[in-house]
């Protein structure tokens, strides 16, 4: 789940650190202004609302998701707002899904009975089918996208990427809102888990601290394989 705020005159500014968006995720949005409930749902009209409530400090806070590749605009007041979603399906993922789907790659006897024929259209259509259901259940796997992003972590923007994934991995998992600095304990995620993630915090802003990148790096992956065993283990 990502965070986005537009400030007191809709003026926009990213919280969160990635500048892409997987398709599913949750984005959260902070209004600030002159602004009411109807328009705001007006203007997400083509997004799935999961929440829309309004905030002591007369703000709204808006989280929604959206499952279009490519970059949605969202007109909101007088202010455009770009998101870029990008599909977690692999390129040779989906390689073999266009190959599949391409009715040059099938062959039809043309000596068969028309049952056999339609039988066999039928069953090409559901291996399709299956094929793609398994590739979107996959590419919404949140241990998938944890991993494809923690491929992307590199000695210049570990300190803000290894926090992203392992906030975003616990959000996708257990509906939590560590993106937004909400940290709280909730099974199996201990209180030394989210030490881990306040000092990675702490390292973010604080540029002139070092630390060992491979380790942080580790220590990540060790927090996300015991939270999926737990997981397995509560089933």
Same mark, same amino acid.
């Not at 692999?90 to 009715?103: C, D, T």
């Not at 796997?141 to 926090?163: A, H, L, Q």
């Given at each position: 789940?990502? +965070? ?14 990635? +500048?892409?968006?997987? $398709? ?26 999961? =929440? ?18 490519? @970059? ?6 007088? +202010?455009?707002?770009? #998101?870029?979603? &990008? ?16 009715? /040059? ?11 056999? #024929? ?5 069953? $090409? ?27 992307? &972590? /590199? ?6 990427? #290894? =926090? ?17 600095? @909400? ?7 201990? @209180? ?32 996300? @394989?015991?939270?999926? +065993? ?6």
């Amino acid at each position: 789940m990502k +965070k986005i705020a537009i400030g007191i005159f809709l003026l926009l500014s990213l919280l969160s650190f990635g +500048k892409e968006y997987n $398709i599913g995720d949750k984005i959260t949005l902070k209004i600030e202004g002159v602004i009411n409930k109807s328009e705001i749902e007006k203007a997400l009209k083509d997004y799935k609302i999961s =929440s829309l409530e309004k905030g002591k400090d007369g703000s709204y806070i808006v989280t929604f998701s959206t499952y279009k590749v490519g @970059e949605n605009e969202i007109q909101i007041g007088d +202010k455009k707002l770009k #998101i870029d979603v &990008v599909s977690t399906i692999e390129p040779s993922e989906k390689e073999i899904y266009e190959a599949l789907s391409n009715p /040059n790659n099938t062959y039809i006897e043309t000596d068969y009975p028309h049952m056999g #024929i339609l039988a066999t259209i039928a069953g $090409i259509i559901a291996v399709i089918t299956a094929f793609f259901m398994h590739l979107v259940d996959r590419a919404k796997d949140p241990y998938i996208i944890f991993k494809k992003g923690m491929s992307k &972590v /590199n000695e210049s923007n570990w300190k803000e990427k #290894i =926090s992203l994934e392992l906030r975003r991995y616990i959000d996708n998992m257990y509906g939590t809102n560590f993106l937004g600095g @909400e940290y709280k304990i909730v099974y199996p995620i201990t @209180e030394e888990d989210i030490d881990f993630i306040k000092n990675m915090d702490y390292l973010k802003f604080a540029p002139n601290r070092d630390g060992d990148y491979l380790e942080y790096k580790k220590r990540t992956f060790e927090i996300v @394989e015991r939270l999926r +065993k737990e997981k397995k283990n509560s089933v």
